[in-house]
């Protein structure tokens, strides 16, 4: 059954959409000053939007506390639900009706860690120059902490990460790109170890750990800890490429998802080994508001990043199978 829910025009005509706006800039910054700048207009001006929001709403939304303002209860209530209204009336602005690649320059920007920018990136770089010269990417570092914040804030159009994203909303969209194996990395000069690499090798020497989250504690190490193990971790990194010169330098392991690993490894002359513990799978997520959920631009480029995926999965079985 189609629930139909009427809009009470009336009372909706006598809002001022420019309150909303106001709104969301105080709730963002809880500062009257700086959502004045964000909004182009003076002090004075969104006092007078704060008092009129007051009235609205019949809360103080923003109260003194120490040095500055806080959001009342009913303001955080608010947050989510005026930025999501707002980010739906500029995508309806905003929206092509018609989407063409070949002529239009769009900005995209996407948070995503470097192991994956290496994977999927040259593709998809060398698929706009030929046929999407407009489209223009501006990428940025992901934060697991930070990334869900940043899409509800139109900070980033996408996100693409090593997944699943925890906390993840309903009007969060997510998709699977692609997934990898492990690969550990070593040099067999530094170490003496052939590949594959038995379970007392892998233990014999400390590791290198890839981590956009704190703590010292990876998939390895869960693993491990599984049979009663555990590994010695000599450094802990967010940036995937700075584990191949690493291990190029010292007697060290490191264990990263194999896309990345294999360029590495030919890259840098390492050796690399299957680890001798069982894994899971690495599952690659790209992540999204439901905002642009129908945006062409957005689909275009959500369909360019899966096709790439799946070409990066297929010459990684043809490769493992040779």
């Keep these: 059954m189609v629930v139909i829910v009427s809009i009470d025009h009336i009372n909706l005509a006598k809002l001022d959409l420019n309150l909303l706006i106001a709104l969301d800039a105080l709730l963002e910054t809880r500062s009257v000053t700086r959502a004045g700048k964000l909004m182009g207009i003076g002090q004075s001006a969104m006092s007078h939007n704060l008092g009129r929001l007051r009235v609205l709403f019949g809360d103080e939304l923003l109260t003194r506390r120490g040095g500055g303002m806080i959001r009342t209860p009913r303001a955080e209530s608010l ?11 500029q995508t309806l602005l905003g929206r092509e009706a018609t989407f063409d690649p ?10 995503m860690p470097d192991s994956v920018e290496m994977l999927l990136m040259p593709n998809l770089l060398a698929d ?53 194996d492990y ?31 704190a ?5 390895v190490d869960k693993a491990l800890a599984g049979i009663g193990l555990e590994r010695m971790i000599a450094v802990t990194t967010p940036r995937f490429m700075s584990i191949a010169p690493l291990v190029g330098s010292a007697p060290v ?14 890259i840098f002359g390492l050796a690399t080994s299957p680890p001798p513990v069982v894994l899971p799978k690495v599952g690659i997520e790209m992540l999204w508001h439901s905002s642009y959920g129908e945006d062409l631009a957005h689909q275009w480029l959500r369909a360019a ?16 199978a040779g």
Excluded: W
């Design 79 to 89: 947050l989510h639900s005026v930025r999501e209204a707002l980010l739906g009336v």
């Design 102 to 111: 070949t002529t239009s320059d769009r900005l995209f920007r996407i948070a």
């Design 128 to 180: 706009i120059r030929r046929s999407a010269a407009g489209i223009r990417l501006r990428i940025h570092n992901i934060d697991p902490e930070d990334v869900l914040q940043a899409l509800d804030e139109d900070r980033i159009d996408l996100g693409i990460g090593i997944g699943p994203f925890g906390n993840a909303q309903t009007h969060h969209r997510r998709r699977l790109l692609m997934e990898e």
């Design 183 to 213: 690969l550990t990395l070593f040099s067999a000069a530094q170490t003496g170890l052939n590949s594959p690499l038995s379970l007392p090798d892998f233990l014999k020497f400390p590791h290198l750990l890839t981590s956009l989250r």
């Design 215 to 219: 703590g010292e504690n990876g998939v």
């Design 253 to 266: 392991l490191a264990t990263m998802h194999s896309g990345p690993g294999k360029k590495l490894a030919d």
């Design 305 to 320: 990043l899966l096709k790439i995926a799946r070409s990066v999965e297929a010459v990684d079985l043809c490769e493992d």
